[in-house]
């Protein structure tokens, strides 16, 4: 345990690290776009175009993994989605945030770096497909579920063309897509490019986990909404679980695919969920104090999870 807390300790410093200045030196959070630009359209995606440009094509393809973890996410947000509609009598929209922040995981900004430092090398690939499907179906479900709760802002194919040049100019879907495509031609950059990216891509989390602290602390938590009584269980402890039980039910994987994708599911709720309820004007503060307490309790929810897996309490088929 001391050595997986050693590992990962790290990780949630920077988060700290990036809180405790964001309470001490009070720039506003504007201060941080530049910063943000940096992370989003530069140091992320180099780092998921390093990870799969140098992947043997064999690995990428992998409908069955990218299926399970995606419908597992569903599951969740969906599990979510009809708690708040009890709670709130119908309210669609809200319901729609709360059933994001039990699925929606900080996969952007904590898993590539987390996965990489846990499990090696070889988490590379499964972190960038789960990324790109679960980014890909919050992109689709959002705007839908708004649209059906009663806020369109357009008619049908404005909002599916919307869903689709977010999911196709996301930088970081970009990058994907072209990693793949360098790695199904074997393109080799040259030293001098290869070693620019590296620079780029070994940035990527430190300024990300720094930001994202920083972030949470210019949203100070007023009160803890009564919501997160399902919103925490589901999103660090029922998430990484039904991804590991359909990976079992979809067949037999590489032990570190379902470490990675167990890792990935059992996140803090996204940064994004905050920015979706600013976007519709809904459960703002809520969905900030939801990314604030399971980022908070994640510290303990990942560590244990890490320890399990290194312990091989937890084997990578749940039905051998």
């Known amino acids: 345990m001391i050595a997986i807390v050693g590992l990962i300790s790290p990780f949630f410093g920077l988060i700290a690290l990036g809180f405790g200045a964001g309470r001490i030196v009070r720039h506003p959070v504007e201060g941080l776009t530049w ?62 945030v709360q059933g994001l922040a039990s699925a929606y995981g900080n996969i952007g900004y904590m898993g590539p770096g987390l996965a990489l430092v846990a499990l090696g090398p070889e988490a590379a690939v499964p972190v960038a497909l789960i990324f790109c499907f679960d980014n890909t179906l919050h992109f689709v479900m959002a705007p839908l ?67 994202m602290g920083v972030t949470l602390a210019l949203r100070p938590l007023k009160r803890v ?50 920015v979706i309820a600013q976007q519709y004007g809904v459960w703002v503060e809520r969905a900030s104090a939801s990314v604030l307490v399971t980022t908070v309790l994640s510290v303990g929810t990942v560590t244990l999870l890490l320890y399990l897996i290194a312990s091989g309490a937890i084997p990578a088929d749940p039905f051998p």
């Open 225 to 274: 909404p009564p919501e997160l009584s399902f919103i925490v269980p589901l999103k660090l402890v029922v998430h990484p679980l039904a991804v590991w039980l359909m990976l079992g039910l979809f067949g037999s994987f590489d032990p570190v695919w379902v470490q990675s994708a167990m890792l990935l599911a059992s996140l803090p709720t996204a940064t994004n969920v905050f």
């Open 35 to 96: 910063l943000n630009v940096f992370i989003i359209y530069i140091a992320l995606p180099a780092l998921f175009f390093q990870l799969l440009a140098k992947t043997p094509v064999g690995k990428l393809a992998s409908p069955g993994f990218v299926t399970a973890t995606t419908i597992a996410t569903f599951v969740i947000f969906a599990a979510g989605f009809a708690f708040a509609m009890i709670r709130s009598r119908g309210d669609v929209p809200a319901a729609t």
């Open 145 to 211: 579920m708004m649209a059906l709760g009663g806020d369109r802002r357009g008619t049908v194919l404005q909002i599916a063309g919307g869903v689709l040049v977010r999911i196709f100019t996301h930088p970081f879907i970009i990058a994907t897509i072209v990693g793949v495509t360098a790695a199904i031609f074997h393109v080799v950059l040259p030293d001098p490019v290869d070693r620019f990216l590296q620079l780029l891509a070994n940035a990527a989390a430190p300024c990300a986990l720094f930001a």
